[in-house]
């Protein structure tokens, strides 16, 4: 008994008694509240398989040609990426390295991030790389904007329908698509469930490890 770790709500620190919560149950504080865990089936393979997909639609939804506007004859198009270029080359450095950094590089990294550690963990080759990976995919978790992005172009396209002549170019369904995979995968990734597996593995791992080296450096002192 006195291995099992009770549950703490991290919003008002209560300790509660741990019991099992199956998928689609929901385990909640009795004092304020908080949602304090919410299992999802098959999490790991859904995150693998989410990640992978918004891998796949990165580099058309950044580099591709987002909406194609006509006003008055004068024509103009432009992705994620040349938008960030363009901020800087006229002197909005700042500007145009926050667009670089919340729509472009911190979601590749998360996305990345996101495929390894579902993939280690399917493979069952968790080790202490995988717990630092984790650990910065929560810390960048909230500085990913792809949504806002989003809500700029839907601002965009609002005030210049009766404007302009709007053509969505390739880039703009890939950017939906990229859009959509990152937002689910935050959906169906069960922290919980993925700490459980890795410290699991880990501690599986490390004595394997220990008696591998131990075995060779017997082996090195015998020959010696």
Not at 21 to 27: D, E, H, I
Request: include cysteine; aromatic fraction near 10%; glycine fraction near 8%.
């Amino acid at each position: 008994m006195g291995s099992i770790r009770p549950i703490v709500c991290p919003d008002c620190d209560l300790l509660l008694e741990p019991v099992e919560v199956r998928p689609g149950q929901k385990l909640v504080c009795p004092r304020c509240n908080c949602t304090l865990r919410a299992p999802v089936a098959n999490s790991v393979e859904k995150t693998l398989a989410l990640s992978l997909t918004g891998l796949i639609m990165f580099l058309p939804g950044i580099f591709l040609p987002l909406l194609s506007l006509d006003i008055i004859g004068l024509e103009s198009s432009g992705s994620i990426f040349s938008s960030a270029t363009a901020l800087v080359e006229t002197g909005y450095v700042f500007t145009g390295v926050a667009v670089f950094l919340t729509s472009i590089l911190i979601p590749a990294i998360k996305l990345c991030i996101l495929f390894l550690v579902s993939f280690q963990i399917l493979a069952g080759r968790s080790d202490r790389s995988t717990i630092f990976m984790f650990r910065t995919y929560k810390f960048l978790d909230e500085w990913g904007m792809l949504e806002v992005y989003m809500i700029g172009i839907l601002v965009t396209i609002i005030k210049l329908l009766h404007m302009a002549k709007i053509q969505y170019d390739a880039g703009f369904y890939c950017f939906i698509g990229l859009l959509s995979a990152t937002i689910l995968s935050s959906v169906f990734l069960d922290e919980h469930q993925f700490w459980e597996k890795i410290h699991r593995q880990v501690t599986a791992r490390e004595p394997a490890e220990r008696e591998v080296g131990s075995k060779v450096e017997a082996g090195q002192e015998a020959g010696g």
